[in-house]
């Protein structure tokens, strides 16, 4: 009786300090370019399959209101790796709106990056894919926490030659009369760590060669704890897929892409489940900004929202936002989530030391990812060049700046300061049609103060998205 009370008391004493141990979380953030709130089959695309992601969504979380930080590219990034609206760190601009391949400058070295802080905690990290936060030596990810890198170091579309256009234009589309298509239309780089290895990339095989870098890297720190920043340069135009999925989406070649992606989620869910690490690791799938409208077929879909990249429309900054794997706890989430929210949350599920020395923006989430619990956020300040053009408080949203991108629909890259701001109710009118600002003045004098009170809590510091010499990377 005494060995069998004995036995029974070391079961649970093991079985309980088991169940209280903290989980050591891997995390992989998954960053697509460009892909709009609708593209995705659990976000309501009636014809692209995306079985993986829709499977991600249902199985954890599919987040309904989150948010990047920008609308266009370096700002967007810069606020992800780092928890701060790019205003605070001068990775937002007037004239340039992302850094190009003669740009001087790009993050500072004085900003703390998610890779930074978990690498302190003894996490390998890893950046595959776009950067686009500096191509000198300097600001590459090797000198912003990262062990390895393995990708491109800026837009898929720059470096254009043969007379192709990298902005809406007559001379995007005869290039996919070639066949086969090919990517020699732009001579960018594919850098590993800090050396170019291969120019001009060939885009037509990238994102099956940026899945394959992630597998093998889980592969290879199976036992270490890890942190994976996947930034798939895609669906950014140009669009290119493998001969796996080219032609297979009725979507066309945009469906193809994302299918695509959508495959090498399955494929490293998978690596994941191989090795048991499930268990442990948190997958983050969402979007830099909303889809490039212009491109037509090309573009994507914002589904109901209103406008796509580059403006402060619902359409530009609301993006997919999936969160698997873990503990986290499976449903839908209707709370106002950002991307500049995914720093202070891995430094938290990490148990990181917090970033006291500076402002942070982001939010930390991990109670709503692990528990539900209602999230303290109440704002978002939408952004543009360096002014602010809307904010949204509770689930009311104020415009008081307005003006199109692209010159989308012509005529409609004009300025607009508003007189009377426009203010809109996101949670009956996501799409932003019916003005009702008359009916709560109020309330738009409300959002106005907390605009120029956050205006006031800080002096900006200069545009590093300015400088530019005339030589090329």
């Known amino acids: 009786m005494k060995k069998i009370l004995l036995v029974t008391l070391l079961f649970f004493m093991f079985y309980g300090c088991k169940k209280n141990v903290k989980n050591e979380y891997n995390f992989i953030i998954v960053f697509v370019d460009d892909m709009g709130y609708g593209d995705i089959g659990s976000y309501g695309h009636p014809t692209i399959k995306t079985p993986n992601l829709d499977k991600m969504s249902h199985e954890g979380q599919k987040w309904t209101q989150f948010y990047s930080a920008s609308s266009v590219c370096t700002p967007s990034r810069a606020a992800l790796m780092t928890g701060r609206l790019p205003i605070r760190n001068g990775m937002i601009g007037n004239n340039h709106r992302v850094l190009s391949p003669n740009s001087d400058f790009g993050l500072p070295q004085s900003e703390i990056t998610i890779a930074e802080k978990l690498k302190e905690n003894g996490y390998k990290t890893i950046a595959i894919g776009k950067w686009h936060l500096g191509h000198k030596k300097e600001y590459l990810p090797l000198q912003n926490g990262f062990d390895y890198y393995y990708g491109i170091p800026y837009s898929n579309d720059m470096n254009a030659v043969n007379g192709v256009t990298c902005c809406p234009g007559n001379n995007y589309w005869p290039q996919y009369d070639e066949k086969p298509i090919n990517s020699n239309n732009y001579n960018v780089p594919l850098m590993e760590n800090n050396e170019i290895i291969e120019r001009p990339a060939d885009q037509t095989t990238i994102t099956k060669r940026f899945t394959q870098k992630a597998i093998e890297y889980i592969n290879k720190h199976k036992d270490d704890k890890f942190f994976i920043y996947l930034a798939h340069n895609l669906p950014h135009i140009p669009l290119y897929a493998s001969d796996d999925f080219l032609g297979r989406s009725k979507n066309g070649l945009y469906g193809d892409v994302i299918e695509e992606i959508d495959h090498g989620m399955g494929t ?206």
């Open 268 to 473: 490293i869910i998978s690596e994941l489940k191989k090795y048991n690490l499930d268990k442990n690791t948190i997958v983050v799938f969402s979007s830099d900004n909303g889809p490039w409208l212009p491109f037509e077929t090309h573009g994507g879909s914002s589904g109901p929202l209103r406008e796509g990249k580059g403006m402060t429309w619902e359409g530009g900054h609301r993006v997919p936002g999936i969160f698997w794997g873990a503990d986290i706890k499976q449903g839908v989430i209707n709370e106002i989530g950002s991307t500049m929210d995914l720093f202070p949350t891995l430094v938290g599920l990490s148990d990181s030391d917090k970033v006291l020395d500076r402002v942070i923006d982001g939010v930390n989430i991990q109670e709503t990812l692990l528990n539900h619990s209602p999230i303290k956020r109440d704002k978002i300040f939408f952004y543009r060049e360096r002014e602010i053009y809307a904010v949204r408080y509770g689930k009311y949203k104020a415009h008081f700046i307005i003006k199109g991108a692209y010159n989308y629909p012509k005529g409609s890259n004009k300025k607009i300061v508003l007189k009377e701001p426009l203010l809109f109710n996101l949670d009956t009118d996501p799409s932003e049609k019916y003005n009702i600002a008359e009916k709560f003045p109020d309330i738009v004098m409300e959002i106005k103060k907390i605009a120029d009170d956050h205006l006031k809590s800080f002096q900006p510091p200069k545009s590093l998205l300015e400088s530019r010499t005339s030589e090329s990377f």
